[in-house]
């Protein structure tokens, strides 16, 4: 089994509801052992600007598959939650994005592994740091990363969201 963590996105319809869902189907998933979740965090939208907030999470997750099967995972739920292809950055119904698998290291057509532009999303390091800030990226752990992108990018709103974080633990206990 490997470690992994993946990045969870809404920014459509009821959020806390598709997280909900997405982290269930991930559970769910054969090959997939679900250990940690982030805190809810709410964040401003990054390269389309004109859209709502989003909500977005990160998780642990320890998995039998190869990299190529978990994103066919990712990829399966994406659909089965309805996401629709819009524009890249645009809104999304769901988002799930692999950022970091223990001892992989690829670049394919489809998927690059870790996520090329982690280092420069608070939406992404926030909620990381929450269940992995020792984990190193390039050789820096993701709390440093954080720190440091806090300081630089002032304009990247990102906060954790304790109502939707209630209101996710709700309706995951209310599903089991």
Wanted: aromatic share 6%; charged share 30%; hydrophobic share 40%.
């Amino acid at each position: 089994m490997a470690e992994a963590y993946l990045e969870l996105g809404t920014n459509l319809g009821d959020r806390e509801d598709y997280l909900a869902r997405a982290l269930a189907l991930l559970e769910e998933s054969h090959g997939v052992t679900l250990a940690q979740v982030s805190r809810v965090y709410r964040s401003k939208a990054w390269g389309v600007l004109e859209q709502p907030d989003f909500l977005n999470v990160c998780v642990q997750i320890e998995t039998a598959l190869q990299p190529e099967d978990l994103l066919a995972v990712c990829k399966g739920i994406e659909q089965a939650l309805g996401r629709q292809v819009r524009e890249r950055w645009g809104p999304r119904e769901i988002d799930i994005d692999i950022l970091m698998m223990q001892g992989v290291d690829i670049e394919t057509p489809t998927l690059t592994i870790p996520h090329p532009r982690l280092a420069q999303r608070r939406f992404v390091l926030d909620p990381l740091s929450d269940i992995a800030p020792r984990w190193e990226f390039d050789g820096v752990p993701v709390s440093l990363l954080a720190e440091s992108l806090r300081a630089d990018e002032p304009d990247q709103v990102c906060m954790p969201d304790e109502k939707a974080t209630q209101r996710l633990a709700e309706l995951r206990g209310s599903s089991k």
